[in-house]
């Protein structure tokens, strides 16, 4: 995603369409990289408070796709599409999420990874179609919060793996 230059202090011009979400993790990056490109590692923790995931693929490479379903607390099912754009171990994973392969208000987001000590700064920076499918994800569907809680469940599950790593 190529960015026009900007002077110091402006606003990148995607500012109103954007959602950043970013928390630091107790593990290493290698391994919370690693909880994104494996399926057994996505299927434990993706997805805000209440919700399960079930993969019906997925493959880990640059135009690789992951399809799911994620399931609501209220029983509700909804079907989600990845398609991986850019992967660069262990920082930095670009890909476009919707509800379908043809979704045209997919979205793209870019995840970094980088190292806070010992920890693992992650940075979630999801840039919308429009503002208005921004401002829809935000208030409709919580995006910011559900972004926030799967991050902590990230974070609960690859601190636990690094844990029982340490122990054993």
């Known amino acids: 995603m190529a960015r026009a230059r900007q002077e110091p202090g402006a606003e990148p011009a995607t500012a109103d ?9 107790d593990a290493p990056r290698e391994l919370v990289f690693e909880a994104f490109t494996e399926v057994r590692h996505l299927s434990q923790w993706w997805g805000p408070d209440g919700f ?3 993969t019906r693929s997925f493959e880990f490479r640059e135009g690789g796709e992951w399809d799911f379903v994620l399931h ?5 099912d909804y079907s989600e599409w990845i398609r991986w754009l850019r ?6 994973i670009a890909l476009l999420h ?3 392969r043809d979704d045209p208000n997919a979205f793209e987001s870019v995840l970094t990874f980088a190292p806070d000590g010992a920890a693992t700064r992650i940075v979630m ?3 919308f179609p429009t503002k208005e ?3 829809e994800a935000a208030e409709k569907y919580h995006a910011v919060e559900g972004g926030r809680q799967t991050l902590s469940h ?3 599950y690859v601190t636990d793996l690094a844990r029982k790593g340490a122990e054993g």
Not at 72 to 76: E, L, N, V, Y
Not at 87 to 92: F, H, L, T
């Open 17 to 25: 369409r954007e959602i950043v979400i970013s928390r630091v993790i």
């Open 52 to 54: 399960t995931t079930t």
């Open 72 to 76: 609501g607390p209220d029983g509700t």
């Open 87 to 92: 992967i660069a171990p262990p920082e930095r």
């Open 98 to 100: 919707g509800e379908s």
């Open 125 to 127: 920076r999801t840039v």
């Open 133 to 135: 499918l921004r401002d």
């Open 154 to 156: 990230l974070a609960a």
